[in-house]
Each structure stands twice: as structure tokens, then as C-alpha cells.
């Protein structure tokens, strides 16, 4: 949620949403397990996923198909089935934020 506009594509096994110059990507919670992720040019939305953040067993990262892209799949497993629910390419890997620097006191 902290990088909307690194967003390339976004999509499932049945639909991609493809950034553009003129749209911009947008993400809220619509309940405590769904999450929302929307492409919206000016004020009209373009197309919406939403994910069921309880069905998702992991996320697995990779290099994408062209350089420069890194593709999140997220992975929902079962006893006997493992399949990518949803996926994210973003122009950019993840990165742990580093934790702020603690102060001192003297």
C-alpha cells in the first residue's frame, strides 16, 4: 500500500489491470480481510481487484519479464492445490523499511 505509483500491472488468473500515464492506482481496505486495489483516471474508476487478504498463504517475489520489472505473486494454498490468487508487478523490489533511528537522551 505504500507504493501505488510503482504499480505496472496488477491482476488475476482471469483479468490484468495495466497502468498508464493518465491513470493512477489506489488502495483501501473495505473490511479487516479485503483489500481493494483500484485504477482510476480523474475521478472515474477503470477497474478494481479485490483481495481477500485471508485466503492469501504468501507472497513470493521474482524478477519480471523485462528488466527493470520484479513480479509478487500471492500464493493461496490448500491440501492439495497451490496457485498465484493475485499478482503485482512493480518497477521496483521490495525493500524492508529501515526502522527509524532511535533518539537519546541525555
Known sequence: MQHPNCILRAGTQDS?????EDLHW????????????????????????????????YVQG???EQEGEFLFELITE???????AYFFVLSHG?????????????
Open 16 to 20: 490484468i489491470l495495466f497502468d498508464d
Open 26 to 57: 489506489h488502495m483501501a481496505s473495505d473490511g479487516p480481510e479485503e483489500l481493494l486495489v483500484q485504477v482510476i483516471r480523474g475521478k472515474h474508476m477503470v477497474g478494481e481487484i479485490r483481495l481477500s487478504s485471508n485466503q492469501i498463504t
Open 62 to 64: 521474482s524478477p519480471g
Open 78 to 84: 490448500s491440501d492439495s492445490d497451490r496457485i498465484a
Open 94 to 106: 521490495y525493500e524492508a523499511e529501515e526502522p527509524p533511528p532511535r533518539s537519546r537522551i541525555h
